[in-house]
């Protein structure tokens, strides 16, 4: 979305330089091109709820908002459970996620545990630590701008349902962060 607008903004500032480079006098097409672009920036931004970010609509599709980068790259499910430390209760089994956060400003205290799987009932599952056999579950880290973090974590979920959404959601006073990224190929 933020990409989309900020192409609507460079395509009429280019669009208002060609116009003044071309010596239109009296300045009417340059206002209306301005006022068109206004509208259709005003336009976008009234489809977005207050809070709500981009949302991706397929697996390994990047999502930015509030200063940070999200994406889901694979998903096991099921994943192969550590029976050391984890036995899945009946009726469930374990899906593991891939996801990489990746910080585009200032820096980030990632908290692994705030991503949470959304399932095709729309109910929201916390991950298990140390539940995978051949994964290590993304740990709490810090980042700074530019740099990303990759891993994985594991939820448990009933038979019959399928994953549908990551969302990262952090509690960080001041900001209201909320990415969410699609599990759906």
């Known amino acids: 979305m933020t990409r989309t607008i900020g192409l609507l903004l460079l395509a ?3 669009l208002v330089l060609a116009v003044a480079a071309c010596g239109d006098s009296n300045g009417m097409d340059i206002e209306a091109t301005a006022t068109a ?3 259709a920036r005003h336009e976008q931004e009234e489809t977005l709820e207050p809070g709500q ?5 397929s697996l390994g599709q990047w999502v930015e908002g509030s200063g940070l980068a999200l994406v889901a790259y694979t998903m096991e499910d099921p994943a192969v459970p550590d029976t050391r430390n984890y036995q899945p209760k009946e ?9 990489e956060l990746g910080c585009l400003a200032d820096t980030h205290m990632i908290q692994a545990q705030e ?18 056999a051949e994964h290590r579950a993304m740990e709490s880290d810090t980042i700074a701008m530019g740099e990303r973090v990759r891993g994985w974590l594991a939820y448990e979920l009933p038979d019959g349902v399928m994953p549908q959404a990551l969302e990262y959601a952090p509690m960080v006073w001041g900001r ?5 990224v699609s599990l759906v190929e």
Do not use: C, N, P
């Not at 970010?53 to 609509?57: F, I, K, L, N, Y």
């Not at 991503?115 to 995978?132: F, N, P």
């Open 12 to 14: 009429g500032m280019v």
């Open 37 to 39: 672009v206004a509208e």
């Open 53 to 57: 970010e981009e949302a991706s609509t």
């Open 91 to 99: 009726g469930t089994r374990l899906v593991a996620v891939e996801f």
């Open 115 to 132: 991503a949470e799987l959304i399932d095709d009932r729309g109910r929201r599952h916390e991950a298990v630590y140390g539940a995978m």
């Open 176 to 180: 209201d962060i909320k990415l969410q």
